[in-house]
């Protein structure tokens, strides 16, 4: 009898135990790639118990019949084949390209793991006793096993490195490999060592950790699966060719409810949203955004039944601090793949679904005049880009009457799109939401800057009466801490004093600490500010005191409705309002001055500035010189 040695197989039998706890224990996303890791763990549990119940007959070879001992080392090499087979396979339901999956590639790389078994199965094995205390098992069985593996394992490695997945969890992978690899070569040389078990069991681990460790795919707040987890199934679910429902939930006063409540009764509301959802739903329910869920359906019928109740869930009201209170929310219906053909467009589609619903509708099933919208504005975005990246933008410039010196001394820079090409003539109230959205108002303000300041420094336009010129700053860049370094620095390469710029700010931006170092910092240089859309969205009176402008810019929103003549009270309200204003010491301009009687009242009622198409309509540099010279050299 031998020396019955199994703490390799101890070894491996605990790391194979601690991942089937972990992995049993766990949410699965329901995916190809989570379904083969399962095979690759029950074929790693049968080849431990092979391994066991070899070490056990070939130690105990003269009670064990050598017929049965040579049936168990057979099935352990079957096994160790099966291992790495499946792992094969496992590795290719990671790839996230599974569209161009070869089959007949496939089919080719079965042959090493049928050689294998064939080789176990019926070539010759044998036992070689070491100094009558170890034992092992020999033959051309033995040699075909590892020479088949191994080329099982090549074609895991260069599948690896092709699949389409992260870099970091490609090194894990080729990681793990590489130590399977390096205990056969050691297994093969020192046969007595018995080490196969416990290297596929390193191997199981490390892509375990890669791939399947459930922290990656869980939403902690919620217990749902995360956005991670949604992309992955969605992506095996887009090359299934079978038409499916995304639906979408989206809390759209989550902000509010933060503000108003505090982030634990935000929890709360996800969590309470979350665990109706799953009551909907024999599916699983994913956290999509911080404020949104999402979830599949295989069926119409499905999808109608628990967007009614969906529908008369959002009507209700969620209890907040004891209280009932109405939380503003819908869903998005995304017939997949009628108006979204990748992971890509389906996220975005879903994005501006949410952002463009109809105000009050709890459920919204996208149709072709929401995915010709979202077409548009997608275009509109590339067209954005092309334009910041190519100087697509030009500047006009809309002449500013003074009325103390009778004539233009300023004008308001406005951006235009120069060629829109087949696009059509896009207009800047348009093409600017959609550029602050997408990110590109900072590069847009940029380059109105250094063409304003160009267009300064090359015609002398101080000679022409005009004293300075308006630019308006986005809501992005008034916050941003390097504007003021930005502005100074386009002044001085283009050797243009700091008082021909004056810097306008949208009433709507919020007040905050970065805003005000700004504006200070830019009226320390010499630069001017106003504030624009006056009266457009609401009271603006905690601006004005706080932060210093120069110009008061009156909305047309404001100004029309109060020079109705049957509307007495506006006009007594803008009459006062002017008078407040000019009463601190700031100027007033009134926007969207259209015809004679509209300036004759908006001087009566005390404003310094007019602005609007019975002047000018916003002009090119070229025509903005021929008007001033026109105007301010013979008067108006």
Same mark, same amino acid.
């Given at each position: 009898?031998?020396e019955?040695?199994?703490?390799?197989q101890?070894?491996?039998l605990?790391?194979v135990?601690?991942?089937?706890f972990d992995?049993l224990?766990s949410?699965?996303?329901?995916?190809?790639?989570?379904?083969?890791?399962?095979v690759?763990?029950i074929?790693?549990v049968?080849?431990l118990f092979?391994?066991?119940?070899?070490?056990?007959?070939?130690?105990?070879?003269?009670?064990? #019949?050598?017929?049965?001992?040579?049936?168990?080392?057979?099935a352990?090499?079957?096994?160790?084949?099966?291992?790495?087979?499946?792992f094969?396979?496992y590795?290719?339901a990671?790839?996230s390209?599974?569209?161009?999956?070869n089959?007949?590639?496939s089919?080719l790389? !079965?042959?090493p793991?049928?050689?294998?078994?064939?080789?176990?199965?019926?070539?010759?094995?044998?036992f070689?006793?070491?100094n009558?205390?170890?034992?092992?098992?020999?033959?051309?069985?033995? &040699?075909?096993?590892?020479?088949?593996v191994?080329?099982?394992?090549?074609?895991i490695i260069?599948?690896t490195?092709?699949?389409?997945i992260?870099?970091?969890?490609?090194?894990?992978?080729l990681?793990?490999?590489?130590?399977w690899?390096?205990v056969?070569?050691?297994?093969?040389?020192v046969?007595?060592?018995l080490?196969t078990?416990?290297?596929?069991?390193?191997?199981?681990?490390?892509?375990y950790?890669?791939?399947?460790?459930?922290?990656?795919?869980?939403d902690?707040?919620?217990?749902?699966?995360?956005?991670?987890?949604?992309?992955s199934?969605?992506?095996?679910?887009m090359?299934?060719?079978?038409?499916?429902?995304?639906?979408s939930?989206?809390i759209?006063?989550?902000?509010?409810?933060i503000?108003?409540?505090?982030?634990?009764?935000?929890?709360?509301?996800?969590?309470?949203m979350?665990?109706?959802?799953?009551?909907?739903?024999?599916?699983?329910?994913y956290?999509?955004?911080?404020?949104?869920?999402?979830?599949?359906?295989?069926?119409?019928?499905?999808?109608?039944?628990?967007?009614?109740?969906?529908?008369?869930?959002?009507?209700?009201t969620?209890?907040?601090?004891?209280?009932?209170?109405a939380?503003?929310?819908?869903?998005?219906?995304?017939?997949?793949?009628d108006f979204?053909?990748?992971?890509a467009?389906v996220?975005d589609?879903?994005?501006?679904?949410?952002?463009?619903?109809?105000?009050?509708?709890?459920?919204?099933v996208?149709d072709?005049?929401?995915?010709?919208g979202?077409?548009?504005?997608t275009?509109?975005?590339?067209?954005?880009?092309n334009?910041?990246?190519?100087?697509g933008?030009?500047?006009?410039?809309?002449?500013?009457?003074?009325?103390e010196?009778?004539?233009?001394?300023a004008?308001?820079?406005?951006?235009r799109?120069?060629?829109?090409?087949?696009?059509g003539?896009?207009? #800047?109230d348009?093409f600017?939401?959609?550029?602050?959205?997408?990110g590109?108002?900072?590069d847009?303000?940029?380059?109105v800057?250094?063409? &304003?300041?160009?267009?300064?420094?090359?015609?002398?336009?101080?000679?022409?009466?005009?004293?300075?010129?308006?630019i !308006?700053?986005?809501?992005?860049?008034?916050?941003?801490?390097?504007?003021?370094?930005?502005?100074l620095?386009?002044?001085?390469?283009?050797?243009? #004093?700091?008082h021909?710029?004056?810097f306008?700010?949208?009433e709507? &931006?919020?007040?905050?600490?970065?805003t005000t170092?700004n504006?200070?910092?830019?009226?320390?240089?010499?630069s001017?500010?106003?504030?624009?859309?006056?009266?457009?969205?609401?009271s603006?009176?905690?601006?004005?005191?706080?932060?210093?402008?120069?110009?008061?810019?009156?909305?047309?929103?404001?100004?029309?409705?109060?020079?109705?003549?049957?509307?007495?009270?506006?006009?007594?309200?803008?009459?006062?309002?002017?008078?407040?204003?000019?009463?601190l010491?700031?100027g007033?301009?009134?926007?969207? &001055?259209?015809?004679?009687?509209?300036?004759?009242?908006?001087?009566?009622?005390?404003?310094n500035?007019?602005?609007?198409y019975?002047?000018?309509?916003p002009?090119?540099?070229?025509?903005?010189?021929?008007f001033?010279?026109?105007?301010?050299?013979?008067?108006?």
């Amino acid at each position: 009898m031998f020396e019955l040695n199994i703490r390799f197989q101890l070894a491996a039998l605990i790391f194979v135990a601690v991942i089937l706890f972990d992995f049993l224990r766990s949410k699965k996303i329901p995916t190809v790639a989570n379904k083969k890791f399962r095979v690759v763990i029950i074929c790693t549990v049968i080849n431990l118990f092979c391994d066991i119940t070899t070490v056990y007959t070939i130690t105990h070879m003269d009670t064990v #019949p050598d017929t049965v001992n040579k049936i168990a080392h057979r099935a352990l090499y079957i096994s160790i084949a099966a291992v790495v087979q499946s792992f094969y396979k496992y590795i290719c339901a990671l790839d996230s390209d599974k569209g161009t999956e070869n089959k007949i590639v496939s089919a080719l790389c !079965n042959l090493p793991f049928a050689a294998a078994v064939a080789s176990a199965l019926f070539l010759k094995i044998y036992f070689v006793c070491d100094n009558e205390k170890y034992a092992y098992s020999q033959g051309a069985a033995v &040699v075909a096993m590892f020479f088949f593996v191994g080329i099982l394992l090549l074609i895991i490695i260069s599948t690896t490195v092709r699949i389409r997945i992260p870099a970091e969890n490609k090194i894990m992978i080729l990681c793990g490999v590489g130590i399977w690899i390096t205990v056969c070569i050691i297994q093969y040389f020192v046969p007595n060592l018995l080490l196969t078990g416990l290297g596929i069991s390193v191997m199981l681990l490390l892509v375990y950790l890669a791939f399947e460790n459930p922290g990656e795919y869980t939403d902690h707040q919620t217990g749902c699966y995360n956005r991670f987890a949604f992309d992955s199934v969605l992506n095996e679910k887009m090359h299934s060719e079978k038409p499916f429902d995304i639906i979408s939930v989206v809390i759209d006063e989550l902000d509010a409810v933060i503000t108003r409540f505090g982030y634990a009764e935000s929890h709360r509301l996800m969590k309470e949203m979350a665990d109706f959802l799953t009551s909907l739903s024999s599916k699983n329910v994913y956290v999509y955004r911080d404020d949104c869920f999402a979830f599949f359906s295989d069926n119409e019928g499905t999808t109608e039944t628990v967007c009614c109740a969906i529908r008369k869930r959002l009507g209700g009201t969620w209890v907040l601090q004891g209280m009932p209170v109405a939380v503003s929310a819908h869903a998005d219906v995304l017939r997949f793949p009628d108006f979204a053909h990748n992971c890509a467009e389906v996220n975005d589609i879903l994005k501006y679904a949410g952002e463009h619903v109809e105000s009050g509708k709890l459920v919204n099933v996208i149709d072709k005049k929401c995915a010709d919208g979202f077409k548009h504005e997608t275009e509109l975005v590339a067209l954005l880009k092309n334009a910041v990246e190519n100087d697509g933008f030009d500047v006009y410039y809309q002449p500013i009457y003074n009325l103390e010196e009778e004539k233009f001394t300023a004008a308001e820079a406005l951006v235009r799109l120069n060629d829109t090409g087949s696009f059509g003539q896009v207009s #800047p109230d348009e093409f600017i939401p959609v550029a602050e959205k997408n990110g590109l108002m900072t590069d847009i303000d940029s380059i109105v800057l250094k063409k &304003v300041c160009r267009f300064i420094s090359g015609n002398r336009i101080n000679e022409l009466g005009i004293k300075y010129v308006e630019i !308006n700053l986005s809501g992005v860049q008034i916050v941003n801490s390097n504007l003021p370094d930005d502005i100074l620095s386009a002044l001085s390469e283009h050797n243009v #004093p700091a008082h021909f710029l004056n810097f306008e700010m949208p009433e709507t &931006v919020e007040s905050s600490e970065h805003t005000t170092v700004n504006i200070h910092r830019i009226r320390s240089g010499g630069s001017g500010f106003s504030l624009e859309d006056f009266g457009k969205v609401g009271s603006g009176l905690s601006k004005i005191s706080d932060s210093g402008f120069d110009v008061i810019k009156l909305d047309k929103s404001l100004v029309q409705p109060s020079l109705d003549r049957s509307n007495k009270k506006a006009g007594i309200i803008l009459e006062s309002l002017i008078g407040m204003i000019r009463q601190l010491g700031i100027g007033v301009a009134a926007e969207g &001055v259209e015809n004679e009687e509209m300036a004759n009242e908006l001087i009566a009622d005390g404003v310094n500035y007019l602005q609007g198409y019975y002047y000018s309509r916003p002009l090119s540099e070229g025509k903005f010189l021929e008007f001033i010279k026109q105007h301010n050299m013979k008067g108006t």
